[in-house]
């Protein structure tokens, strides 16, 4: 199993729609998750991270979290079509450890 | 400085060579990650330093590839005999504490011909 899993997409959604994107992870002690953009040829941007379980919004976007279930998704509200790109799920198991990467979710807004 | 700087932006290589890739991560972090990124996939954690020492270098894929940040703050990734497999974005990152986010670099295109 891998630690961080996605699907891989692409997630199709028109303008306007509210666009689900979904990660489970393995490791049961991870304890920070964050969810990174990266569009074609660029290096990821973070744009969400979750620490405790629950909701957290900023803008258009909400980031869910449930330890339980070894589960965070993000929302994109009112999804534009720049917000076409690869979201890529990544966790850290806490104190000194490694941040892993999900294979990322393409995600297109059709106009 | 503003933000990570990776140089080379780009190296053309030639199968057998040995290449050094530079990451400047921004200044005061002291947690440094090396990732490398293939078409179409996530990132592939390499190596993670905490300060000047290496705390995981479990992603380091073999004995060619080799990484150093000996004044903690700038590391150079080291391949030695590159081989075509090792073509790839090679991404630097780097966060201020523990559980922090990490703060990508532009990454550095190698390609070995």
């Known amino acids: 199993q891998k630690e961080v899993e996605q699907n891989s997409g692409p997630l199709s959604v028109p303008e306007g729609a509210i666009a689900s994107l979904n990660c489970t992870y393995s490791d049961r002690g991870s304890q920070s998750f964050f969810w990174y953009r990266q569009y074609s040829g660029k290096s990821p941007e973070l744009i969400m991270f979750i620490y405790s379980n629950g909701d957290k919004e900023d803008g258009r976007f909400t980031a869910q979290l449930n330890k339980a279930s070894q589960y965070v998704s993000l929302l994109i509200r009112d999804s534009q079509p720049s917000d076409s790109a690869t979201y890529l799920c990544a966790v850290n198991s806490g104190g000194y450890q490694k941040v892993t990467f999900g294979t990322g979710t393409k995600l297109q807004v059709i106009p | 400085g503003a933000g990570v700087s990776q140089t080379p932006s780009n190296k053309v290589t030639e199968k057998g060579k040995y290449v050094e890739l530079r990451c400047d991560p921004i200044s005061g972090h002291t947690a440094l990650y090396w990732y490398r990124q293939s078409l179409g996939q996530g990132p592939e954690f390499l190596i993670y330093f905490q300060g000047t020492g ?42 201020g504490a523990q559980n922090t986010e990490a703060f990508f670099g532009q990454g550095t295109r190698l390609t070995v011909v």
């Not at chain 2, 590839?65 to 974005?89: M, N, W, Y």
């Open chain 2, 54 to 95: 290496a705390a995981d270098d479990s992603g380091l894929p073999n004995d060619r590839f080799f990484a150093v940040r000996p004044e903690g703050s700038v590391s150079t990734l080291k391949i030695q005999r590159t081989e075509r497999g090792d073509s790839a974005v090679y991404l630097c990152a780097s966060s």
